[in-house]
């Protein structure tokens, strides 16, 4: 029975042509439109959960100003943050320091005859890779940044500066010094708010011999050890500010502590401003509504069909079918379009996500 209602529903499509195209595309376009629009989507929500501990990582942002009612955000700190909070605090059990300066003034990186202003150059401590799970495929994740001038480079990069040769252990030239390749790390998923394509040793930076608390120029992570541990953190650290001078009345300068758990930085943090959750809230909606618009639209066909098909149901009876039969023939018949526009709904996003991507 079944065969002769997917039969008769081929027929039905092929007799009826430009009924049946009217269909299938305007069902293809609202499912294609909707695939790509929730590939965003998950795209955006996806930022930052791939760190096996990403739960436990936190960042932290500075609030300030000289007026405790208006303070203003910012996403850097001063680089004695993390060391102290290390110090005085249990709760955390790692971090670290992140500093990009490509963001401002890409340095030259050197190889023989190759060099480029390498945008994608930064600096973080040797507890890096313990905060963080990017994967390493080659080098130490432990000690691999703990030396000066030591450099991680991405798969990226080290095709680009050193092709098909092993690059670890060999020199590059950055700010006109010699920089030891310590390890080889897989290129930064699109889903990660830092971004770089090879990393130096924080103890390099002149930052790392001095810690200072009057300079704010330094991305910092902490890893804490359960998922209370930040509003644990948050009198003690505000304990601690005061203690290093900051929200005195005679100085007239306030600060607040921050901390933002690793996954909402992308779309919640104020103060790194990456995106904004609203658009998520938008695009879903528009997802949702243009396949509400798909559908009225097939079922507007349909109905503007079912008097010309009234005769077909009336011969069907008086040759013997059930209404059940019926029922079936009409279901299938919808079933059929729907497989015909989902498939090529697929293949429409399948040729139209890499330029969407872009």
Avoid: C
């Amino acid at each position: 029975m079944l065969q002769s209602y997917i039969r008769s529903a081929l027929r039905h499509l092929k007799r009826y042509r430009l009924y049946s195209i009217i269909n299938i595309l305007g069902l293809a376009v609202g499912f294609t439109a909707f695939i790509l629009i929730m590939v965003y989507v998950s795209h955006e929500l996806s930022f930052d959960k791939f760190h096996n501990d990403a739960a436990y990582v936190y960042k932290v942002n500075l609030e300030f100003g000289d007026n405790p009612e208006d303070l203003r955000p910012v996403p850097t700190t001063p680089n004695a943050l993390y060391p102290e909070f290390k110090r005085q605090f249990p709760e955390v059990i790692e971090g670290t320091r992140y500093f990009n300066p490509s963001s401002f003034r890409p340095p030259v990186v050197q190889r023989g005859d190759r060099s480029f202003f390498e945008s994608g150059f930064a600096y973080a401590d040797s507890t890096f890779f313990e905060v963080f799970s990017f994967p390493l495929v080659a080098g130490d994740r432990s000690t691999a940044l703990t030396k000066p001038n030591s450099i991680i480079l991405t798969i990226e990069a080290a095709q680009k500066y050193f092709g098909i040769e092993d690059p670890m252990g060999k020199e590059l030239l950055i700010y006109n010094e010699p920089w030891v390749v310590t390890g080889i790390m897989e290129n930064v998923p699109d889903n990660s708010h830092i971004d770089f394509t090879m990393l130096g040793s924080f103890s390099t930076h002149r930052a790392s011999r001095n810690e200072v608390w009057s300079q704010a120029n330094y991305f910092t992570y902490l890893k804490v050890n359960s998922l209370a541990a930040a509003d644990d953190l948050k009198p003690k650290i505000d304990d601690l500010i005061m203690q290093v001078g900051y929200n005195s009345p005679e100085e007239g300068f306030y600060v607040n502590v921050v901390l933002v758990p690793l996954t909402d930085i992308y779309l919640h943090s104020e103060a790194d401003a990456l995106s904004d959750a609203n658009y998520i809230y938008i695009f879903t909606i528009i997802a949702i509504l243009i396949i509400l618009i798909a559908t009225v639209n097939y079922m507007n066909l349909a109905t503007a069909r079912s008097s010309s098909r009234a005769r077909e149901v009336g011969v069907r009876k008086v040759s013997g079918a059930l209404r059940s039969h019926l029922f079936g023939q009409f279901i299938i018949e919808a079933i059929v379009i729907v497989l015909l526009s989902l498939v090529l709904s697929y293949i429409l996003s399948y040729v139209l996500l890499p330029p969407f991507n872009n």
